[in-house]
């Protein structure tokens, strides 16, 4: 979203590389060209840096990111071929232009959140019915135990399949149901926390991302309280992890404090949101976990399962990190 103009840069690089290379005008070639490398470049590592860098990804993004901007050039030519007499799109009337500065505004410890200029709406957050606000005699706050486990999750509570909009390829990650349970079974509300920038992409909609929750529901029964983030890394949101918006909204729903939550997650993010915002966060490494995510991460276990076990009466604590455990 907002690359238009770059893509048509691009492409018109391009066209440009190629008519004075049929000319034989070898200079203006070489200009068009390393206009169409630099653009093509930018994009590809705007792409690339999100993560997590495999190589798999990095083949991919190769090859797709000169692709790209000449298939998005050709889709606005034929939509403005197509729709050439459709008439303008209303303007919003007088007062609606700012409703983005009602987002979920927070603030680090440290470094503030941008939220003044923040597109988009606040991060969707669905309660669970007949969830409410806890009382304080009613939490399970007592031996430590928390009042609310918030789970990332892609590659953590499911595998992660980037951008997913299909219920059919949820896959639940290894002990996932029986976290969930072992949860439930000492009173203690279960949400998730997530990131979706693919809304922002305009790669999913909000009833694709509903949909796969809605397959997850089915695996592993209702959960309490779900909060998502629909908006992208550069739009400067206080909900996108590693901001703590996330979390505090999830808490705010569920009416504990944000110091009995708990959030269990697989990349740095995960946990310094959870930092952020005043929680516990613990990491569950993957093969796309950053090792000096790992040497940061100030509790951390081998498993979603023993993350969990952790902080419910159980002889399973959280690894430091090192720990040989």
Not at 120 to 132: A, I, K, Q, S, T
Not at 133 to 152: K, S
Not at 263 to 287: C, K, N
Request: proline letters at 9%; charged letters at 20%; glycine letters at 10%.
């Amino acid at each position: 979203r907002g690359r238009l103009r770059r893509h048509l840069l691009i492409t018109g690089a391009a066209a440009a590389t190629l008519a004075g290379a049929a000319a034989r005008a070898k200079r203006p070639a070489a200009l068009a060209a390393a206009v169409w490398f630099a653009g093509t470049a930018e994009f590809a590592w705007t792409r690339i840096r999100l993560g997590p860098r495999t190589a798999g990804e990095l083949a991919t993004m190769a090859v797709t990111s000169p692709i790209i901007p000449l298939a998005a050039t050709r889709h606005w030519v034929r939509g403005l071929a197509a729709h050439r007499h459709a008439e303008r799109w209303p303007v919003k009337p007088s007062g609606q232009e700012n409703n983005h500065k009602n987002c979920f505004k927070s603030m680090l410890s440290v470094t503030r959140w941008r939220t003044d200029q923040m597109p988009g709406d606040d991060p969707w957050v669905r309660r669970r019915d007949g969830v409410g606000v806890r009382q304080p005699d009613t939490a399970p706050e007592r031996d430590g135990i928390p009042a609310a486990v918030l789970f990332d999750r892609d590659g953590t509570l499911v595998d992660d399949v980037p951008y997913n909009g299909d219920p059919a390829a949820v896959r639940l990650r290894p002990g996932a149901p029986e976290a969930v349970q072992a949860l439930r079974e000492h009173g203690v509300a279960v949400g998730v926390v997530s990131n979706q920038s693919g809304v922002a992409r305009g790669l999913l909609t909000r009833g694709e991302v509903e949909a796969v929750h809605r397959r997850i529901e089915d695996l592993l029964g209702p959960l309490d309280v779900w909060a998502v983030c629909p908006h992208g890394p550069d739009d400067g949101c206080g909900c996108r992890k590693p901001a703590p918006g996330l979390v505090l909204a999830a808490a705010g729903a569920l009416g504990v404090p944000v110091s009995t939550v708990v959030v269990i997650g697989d990349i740095g993010a995960d946990v310094q949101a959870a930092e952020a915002a005043g929680a516990t966060g613990i990491l569950v490494p993957t093969p796309v976990t950053r090792p000096e995510e790992i040497a940061a991460a100030a509790h951390s276990a081998a498993t979603l399962l023993e993350a969990t076990m952790s902080v419910l009466p159980s002889p399973w604590p959280a690894r430091a990190p090192g720990d040989p455990r």
